[in-house]
């Protein structure tokens, strides 16, 4: 006798969800979003260098905000330093 029901796909979920794109939380985006900034900034791979970073701007509001900020304010530098 099983009582599996067929209906709940549990075993595709892993599938989906794909591995390796982590999502940061609020708190690690906040740590490296300057870095973040400063390598899209410079033309670099940014999203390669903090891996989720992206993830996590696409699903949270208030983290996207004070990232778009701090790009209008880093690009706004006349001299950014070294
Ligand atoms: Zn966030």
Excluded: N
């Excluded at 599996?4 to 979003?33: K, M, N, Q, T, V």
């Amino acid at each position: 006798m099983s009582d599996r029901d067929l209906s709940r796909p549990d075993d595709l979920l892993p599938g989906l969800l794909g591995p390796g794109e982590a999502e940061l939380s609020c708190d690690e985006c906040f740590e490296r979003i300057d870095r973040h900034v400063e390598l899209q900034l410079a033309g670099l791979d940014a999203d390669g260098a903090v891996p989720g970073m992206r993830a996590h701007l696409e699903g949270c509001p208030a983290c996207r905000e004070d990232h778009d900020a701090l790009v209008a304010w880093l690009a706004a530098q006349p001299d950014r330093g070294t």
